[in-house]
């Protein structure tokens, strides 16, 4: 496959290698030269990168306090029952 390399020093990674190699926006890769040759790696993501933004939209300490509430009036049940 042949790129072009931009006046800005850019290079286009095609969309098919991208999806192939599961690559996104922001993605970091480390560099190097190996006999004359250019390698990009792609950096493994940390599990923080992995969890950024999976969560949006909830509110986990409300279901965690739910949860917690929920068991207290189960263990508060058999309590009595003994």
């Known amino acids: 496959m042949l790129l072009r390399l931009s006046s800005k020093g850019q290079l286009v990674i095609p969309k098919t290698i991208r999806e192939s190699l599961r690559l996104k926006n922001g993605d970091q890769f480390q560099v190097r030269v190996v006999d004359g040759k250019i390698v990009l790696e792609p950096v493994a993501k940390g599990l923080v990168e992995k969890l950024y933004g999976k969560y949006a939209g909830h509110d986990l300490l409300k279901e965690l306090e739910d949860e917690h509430r929920g068991r207290?009036?189960?263990?508060?049940?058999?309590?009595?029952?003994a």
């Open 72 to 81: 207290s009036k189960m263990s508060d049940r058999f309590a009595l029952d």
